[in-house]
């Protein structure tokens, strides 16, 4: 997951809605925290936790993605600028402000005044059966026509958007996904556009997109990928067990659920540090 990629979390939060373990409806989020560590899906998707505190970089991700969105629906900049005020002003990042947020939104609208692609849906819910009897369901940002080549919107905000931030999109479960879903609602999708956004002070390059083809092989080998994987998920369901992936503990900093996993689940500890998705 990308630096402050609070739109992720955001999209996850829908996603909570969408996925029924009992029916087989499963999100891009459900399976890479899956790919990432069982134990980590356990607590996200099974307990349904979530920390009562979020950091600096999710929450000026959500916002600059909210504004976005309004950007995208109303063309109203003012509107969009707006959102910018749910950015609390105490944020214990020094540098993720609503002040910075602003800057970056006007530089986005002046950058990209005109698309030169025709959007045919915007925020795009939906739910396919990839293999008999699963399903994955997700939101997409956009879907576009450029020039008779159809293509998925995902918009990322990262410290950097240069050759190595777009590199970690092909492959990948979430974008292969919102690939293949794309595919199977329109009949074709010709890959993806990462619409990169730094959110770093004075980075090297503050916008960059990048276009991530797919093939018919890589809608097929997802397909397979997905079956596998969730087949995975049922065993630990049926199994009761949760096994960690100790690998990532701390591989985009250190897990949220890195205590519960080192001291055990005390309830206490639940109740002092997270939240339930249904409270």
């Known amino acids: 997951m990308c630096e402050g990629s609070g739109k992720d979390v955001e999209r996850e939060e829908k996603m909570r809605d969408y996925v029924d373990l009992e029916r087989k409806i499963y999100s891009g989020s459900c399976l890479t925290d899956f ?10 998707w099974v307990r349904k936790l979530e920390p009562k ?46 002040e910075l947020g602003e800057t970056i939104f006007k530089e986005y609208v002046e950058r990209y005044k005109s698309e030169p692609y025709r959007t045919l849906y915007l925020e795009k819910e939906f739910k396919v059966e990839v293999v008999e009897g699963k399903i994955l369901a997700g939101t997409v940002d956009k879907i576009v026509d450029w020039n ?19 590199n970690r999109f092909r492959p990948n479960p979430q974008i292969d996904g919102y690939c293949y ?12 556009i990462i619409n ?6 004075n980075p090297k390059e503050r916008f960059a997109r990048d276009i991530t083809s797919r093939s018919n092989r890589e809608f097929l080998l997802y397909a397979k990928t997905f079956d596998f994987w969730t087949e995975m998920i049922e065993l630990c369901i049926k199994h009761k067990e949760w ?5 990532h503990c701390n591989q985009f900093g250190k897990c949220v659920f890195w205590e519960l996993c080192v ?17």
């Open 243 to 247: 096994p960690m992936n100790t690998t």
């Open 35 to 44: 790919m990432h560590c069982p134990k980590k899906f356990y607590f996200r």
């Open 53 to 98: 505190e979020e950091a600096p970089s999710i929450v000026f991700g959500k916002v600059f993605h909210e504004a976005l969105l309004v950007w995208y629906q109303t063309g109203d900049e003012k509107e969009a600028l707006k959102v910018f005020e749910k950015i609390p002003v105490g944020i214990a990042d020094d540098h993720r402000t609503k």
């Open 263 to 279: 001291y055990g689940e005390d309830e206490r500890l639940v109740e002092w540090k997270f939240k339930r998705k249904e409270e």
């Open 196 to 201: 990169g956004i730094s959110v770093a002070k």
């Open 148 to 166: 008779g080549q159809i293509y998925v919107v995902d918009h990322k905000t990262s410290s950097s958007v240069g050759l190595s931030f777009f």
């Open 181 to 192: 879903a794309c595919k199977e609602l329109l009949g074709r999708c010709d890959g993806a």
